[in-house]
């Protein structure tokens, strides 16, 4: 058995963010600290050796990773899922039971957990027929939502938010010249590009020909604005690896050779 | 039986949840489906692991090329899924160590790649030969220099700054007109999508989830 | 092989190392950009000063660590508003990943604050559901999440008998990184229930997202780690936000610069063809 020692962290020290700050306030690291990050570095290169040609050393990580998340998936579920919301209420509603009161909403606990065992048996050869019925519940639940609250917060408020008024005035009652432009823009622009994705009818005319043209610049400008907010994330999650270098590993390294 | 049942359930669950939103009052019929619910999802995702685990062990057993490997992952998800399950997942446990120093650089690092592969295909796929594109292009260019401090900088060192604040082009025009009409088209062509494959679902046209076989 | 089909086949990992050397050096020698803030986070910011103290934040940790640097400085830095205002918080997951997130979030910043668990925060963890399990939650939160992510029993926390349901909680923020997220917060707990929604997401979903802001369905709004930077420079604090900014700006510059020369060279090599021909 590992010692606790090892893998015991200081509260103060998880994230890079508070790591920096703990180094900073001239925190000591502790054993397991000091193994940890030499581990985080290490899987860290090992995938960005990636970059330069796929190798071993990335296939590791790589295969690692997969375990780890699905091992994570697994045990969080247990605890924080299974045995509250599954084993929790039977147990409630046993022990209600044996004082002589039968409550159902805790017993009933017991149905989905034998739905949850029919899941299961997608697993075992010729009994995965058995998973279709707790399959079929969960897709007719989300169906049955899906459609209500799809349709209420994704389509009736958004047509809603389109219905604005086309000229804006302001507290002095002139015109608000740029909100007016605004709004003629979101309405049209909306509008055309539905325009665009509605194939049933040919994009020809004054009509259609002309919406579909004007759709497609609007959904063009929106793809930019995305591109240009997609190129923001990727590059923040390369700087999150380099903070990590720069805050907890540069300090690591100097407490490991004590310079 | 083994369709007709499942679908008979898709279909009256899918019809409970319906009639309960124009009903509140009846909301006790769904509540606990939407407690059992919370369960066995949580039953799909140890579905999802252990499908894992059974196909990395059938490798493993058949000494597939790259099988050591698969150990890997197994040592992973057994260590991981057996600290937590064992010890807990609080402060100071075994689990939270593989969380912090393990899984957390992997999977950071993994998706970290992607900074280098957006630059990489921008520079070779992104140009500007039509109008179409080159209006997606002069939009990614205004937002990826006007998000960040440095795009700022230079905008307010041009002579006209003051008049038209570059926070208000971006803000008020490319994300809050033309990116919002764009996105709402989606939206709303999408959720149109989702509406009418749902009720295809609950009249049992569409199929597909309950799998082949019988 | 002329120049331009050389630049037209440069090794990727030419711009790889440019990319990086790019982020590298901002990190070591600071620019110190001055930051701008916008109305979105503005508006997040504005809405947690007007809270009276003690009111009950709910803040859900929907990311895993493959976006920590995007959305960990933005949980942070309202995590460290609200301590600051003596409001409460109460935290829960609707991805796995979530439930150690906001453990590693709450834990140090209590701590610092000098914060106790039960009285000021809780912190519910993780379950499965999505936007099944935002419905029933409405029920009361109780019902859902019987115990709290160690275990412990809710009844036995405090501040779990103030907090009973969405009505409960000033303003709920989604700490988003996909799905289930934001977008089932807005669908759920804002359009439906009626609750105060703002979001902390990721830069690649924040466009989306700006349809709920003008369609009033969202308070305001966190883009990425440029939203967090606002926000930490709102609260006068320093985090991996703001440090990273100038880096994003280098990379950002960059990456422009890269895509004008490919084009340029894609025009004179375009043109090249014509007259030759």
């Given amino acids: 058995m590992i010692p606790t020692s090892i893998y015991n962290l200081s509260v103060d020290f998880t994230g890079n963010q508070l790591f920096a700050a703990a180094v900073e306030a001239g925190k000591k690291f502790s054993t397991g600290e000091i193994i940890g990050v030499w581990i985080a570095t290490a899987l860290t290169i090992f995938i960005f050796s990636f970059l330069y040609e796929d190798n071993a050393m990335y296939k590791f990580a790589e295969h690692l990773f997969v375990g780890v998340s699905a091992g994570y998936v697994m045990a969080t579920t247990y605890n924080n899922v299974i045995k509250p919301n599954l084993f929790g209420k039977i147990q409630s509603g046993i022990v209600s039971l044996m004082h002589g009161q039968f409550v159902w909403k805790d017993l009933s606990f017991i149905l989905a957990g034998l739905m949850g065992l029919m899941l299961l048996m997608k697993l075992v050869p010729n009994m995965g027929w058995l998973s279709r019925w707790p399959l079929s519940f969960m897709v007719g639940i989300a169906s049955g939502l899906g459609i209500v609250f799809t349709m209420e917060a994704l389509v009736l408020k958004q047509i809603d938010a389109t219905l604005v008024p086309l000229i804006v005035k302001t507290a002095a009652n002139s015109i608000d010249i740029g909100d007016t432009i605004k709004n003629w823009l979101i309405v049209i622009g909306v509008c055309s590009g539905l325009i665009y994705f509605y194939f049933s009818k040919e994009h020809k005319g004054l009509v259609f020909g002309t919406m579909s043209r004007i759709g497609i610049f609007v959904l063009m400008m929106a793809f930019g604005a995305a591109f240009g907010y997609t190129v923001m994330a990727r590059v923040s999650l390369l700087i999150g690896r380099m903070l990590f270098f720069r805050d907890q590993w540069w300090p690591v390294v100097k407490a490991t050779f004590h310079f | 039986m083994r369709r007709e049942i499942p679908m008979a359930i898709t279909t009256l669950t899918g019809l409970i949840m319906i009639i309960v939103f124009f009903v509140p009052r009846w909301e006790d019929w769904s ?34 090329s790259g099988w050591g490997y698969n150990v890997v992952l197994i040592i992973g998800l057994l260590a991981t899924a057996g600290s937590g399950i064992i010890q807990g997942i609080g402060p100071g446990t075994m689990f939270d160590f593989i969380f912090v120093y393990f899984f957390t650089p992997l999977s950071a690092t993994m998706f970290s790649l992607l900074a280098f592969y957006i630059a990489s295909a921008a520079f070779r796929a992104f140009k500007a030969k039509s ?32 008049s038209i604040p570059l926070t208000e082009i971006i803000e008020k025009w490319i994300m809050g007109c033309f990116n919002t009409a764009g996105q709402r088209a989606i939206m709303l062509g999408a959720s149109i999508g989702i509406i009418s494959v749902s009720l295809k679902i609950l009249l049992g046209i569409e199929r597909s989830y309950l799998g082949g076989g019988d | 092989m002329t120049v331009f089909d050389k630049i037209k086949n440069l090794d990727r990992r030419w711009i790889f190392l440019f990319i990086l050397i790019s982020v590298i050096i901002p990190l070591l020698i600071p620019l110190n950009l001055k930051l701008n803030t916008s109305k979105p986070v503005e508006d997040i910011y504005s809405y947690m000063n007007s809270l009276p103290e003690g009111s009950v934040i709910l803040m859900s940790f929907d990311y895993s660590p493959s976006t920590e640097i995007e959305l960990n400085p933005a949980a942070i830095a309202i995590v460290r508003h609200a301590f600051q205002k003596k409001l409460k918080v109460v935290a829960l997951a609707l991805w796995p990943m979530g439930a150690s997130m906001s453990q590693n979030v709450l834990t140090p910043l209590a701590k610092e604050y000098n914060k106790e668990y039960g009285k000021d925060y809780v912190n519910l963890g993780y379950k499965a559901g999505g936007s099944v399990l935002l419905i029933s939650m409405n029920n009361g939160f109780a019902t859902e999440f019987p115990t709290d992510i160690n275990g412990t029993a809710v009844t036995d926390l405090p501040l779990m008998n103030q907090v009973k349901d969405y009505k409960s909680c000033a303003l709920v923020v989604s700490l988003s990184a996909g799905v289930p997220g934001m977008k089932e917060y807005v669908q759920i707990v804002a359009t439906r229930f009626g609750s105060k929604v703002a979001a902390a997401c990721t830069a690649v979903s924040a ?11 969202l308070l305001g709004l966190m883009g990425g780690l440029k939203g967090a930077a606002e926000y930490e420079k709102m609260i006068d604090y320093n985090g991996d936000a703001r440090k990273g900014m100038d880096a994003q700006s280098v990379v950002h510059l960059v990456i422009v610069l890269f895509i004008l020369f490919s084009n340029v060279v894609y025009f004179v090599d375009e043109y090249r063809k014509k007259t030759a021909e």
């Fill in chain 2, 31 to 64: 509540d606990i489906f939407l407690k059992w619910f919370t369960v066995i999802a949580g039953f799909a995702l140890v579905l999802g692991a252990g499908s894992l685990l059974l196909v990395n062990l059938n490798k493993i057993s058949r000494k597939a």
């Fill in chain 3, 207 to 217: 466009p989306e997202m700006y349809t709920f802001l003008n369609s009033g369905q």
């Fill in chain 2, 131 to 162: 109008l179409e594109a080159g209006l997606l292009l002069v939009t990614a260019f205004i937002v990826m220099l006007g998000r960040v401090p440095i795009g700022e900088m230079m905008w307010n060192a041009l002579p006209f700054a003051q």
